[in-house]
């Protein structure tokens, strides 16, 4: 993930910054624990397609 995009790219819906997470290639915004998409090297910015990362706990 480039660094200068991940710097400039936050969360829809919280507004909290995003870490990205290689191994899953997601984003990762801890304020609202949700987990973005990252296809073919493009984040996928939809609250709606975003998985919630406490699922399952």
Do not use: F, H, Q
Not at 18 to 32: A, D, F, G, R, V
């Amino acid at each position: 993930m480039n660094k200068d995009l991940l710097d400039i790219l936050i969360c829809p819906k919280s507004g909290g910054t995003l870490e990205y997470n290689e191994k899953n290639k997601e984003l990762i915004c801890k304020e609202s624990n949700l987990a973005y998409p990252v296809i073919d090297g493009i984040p996928i910015m939809l609250v709606e397609k975003a998985r919630d990362i406490n699922k399952g706990k």
